[in-house]
């Protein structure tokens, strides 16, 4: 996957920082792993604690992935070399910014709690610290939560990333989702832009791990389609578009390089396949073949990224023989099948339980505004939208780099830099392995539950 996140961009505004991130157990917990990317785009390095309850949400070889640093889940933990892990972190790092803060964690550091990694290194270190909590509005609102979080902002001078307004994981809606990652990010750089690095020696800093493979996809079946459908109008001609099939096959590799099964089914492409044993292609020329490969793969898929443009119309009737140019040729077409918005509505209506369902992801190439990808999420009902206007520069079909925006179903935008196809597919990654990790753990409750009332 990308490069570690010591070893990022040059020129950033945290170039040569150390950056601690608290992970506590929150929904918004996957969120973190985009965090760390955006720190790593402003050329931080990146190094995560998680209290227990969090391990629950995100696995921590995810962010040992991510930031090739140890993650400290235990306020006990030991490096290699002996250290204690979170006191090395709280006596090296430029700030720890902790997000998602559940309400828990809040009360826990208001007091002085130190019962996990987090709590301990903020109570270690000298680093500024920043806050960013995330709960169901109620919860934000009671008087103890608002107590909590004055004590952290006027008692300790944290600075807290107030939450956002919306719908919440719960179903509610108030104040209290996660804020956006650009506005914690700015909050970093805000809170430690004119102090000076606190500990350049890379030996006083948290150890690298060795460059282990990132696995967050071991075992999962991913489905990506790639390329253009054509819809034939005679033997020879057909009704294409501009897609070449870059993105669909950086989604492959990048699957593949996190441990992922990849099904690809491939329209027309004009990019070399992956040759990978993991990696099953199925060759899809028209929608109505893409439908059916689609729903041919989806069985025990984890997840379905349809990054494939499939065609809007094709012609009712394809001539068996090549036209001639004598004869006047007018078209009559009729709509193609929707495979995203199928598959999504059968999901939904088939035995498949809610724990198992695969995460679904669909692209909206738009040209202009992205105003109309938010309600294409809601009809096509999937999980993440990734938009982008292919009407940009360097943006869109047969580029190298891709600028997007991934919208998710729990109503979260979030805005990615210009970056490498490449980039962006380790980006959708990282929000679809986060989302297979919830459903997991969500599975696991409930079980749980069934079993505490059987
Ligand atoms: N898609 C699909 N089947 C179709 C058309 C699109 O599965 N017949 C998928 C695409 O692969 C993409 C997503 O739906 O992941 C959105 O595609 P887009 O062409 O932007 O959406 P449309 O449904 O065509 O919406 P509109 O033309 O109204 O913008």
Known sequence: MTAPTGSTVRGGRLDGRLIGIGVTGSIAAYKAADLVRRLADEGADVVVLMTPSATRFVGELTFAALTRHPVETDV???LPDQRIGHIVVADSVDAIV????????????ATGLAGDAVTAACLATK???????????????HPATRANVARLRDGF??????PESGPLASGQSG????????AIVEAVIATISASPIREPDAAARPPLVAATQDADLDGRHVVVTAGGTAEPIDPVRFIGNRSTGKMGVALVAAAIGRGARVTLVAGHVSVPLPTDPAVQVVAAETTAQMDRAVRDAIGDADALIMAAAVAD?????????KLTRDERLQLDLEPTEDILAGVAESLVAGERA???????VGFAAETGSLDRAADKLRRKGVDLLVANDVAEAGSGFGTDTNRVVILAADGSRDELPLLSKREVAERILDR????????????????VTQESRA
């Open 76 to 78: 006990g933990g030991l």
């Open 175 to 182: 104040q209290g989702r996660l804020a956006e990652t650009p």
């Open 98 to 109: 902790v997000a998602p803060a559940t309400a828990h964690w809040l009360a826990s550091m």
């Open 313 to 321: 119309f094709r012609p009712r009737r394809s001539a068996a023989t």
């Open 157 to 162: 001078g944290y600075r807290i990333v107030e």
């Open 127 to 141: 680093a500024p610290v920043i806050v960013a909590p995330a709960m169901d509005g109620e919860m934000y609102a």
């Open 432 to 447: 679809v392995a986060g989302a297979l990790d919830a459903r997991d753990t969500a599975a696991q409750t409930e079980a």
């Open 354 to 360: 809610a724990a198992e369902r695969p995460i679904l």
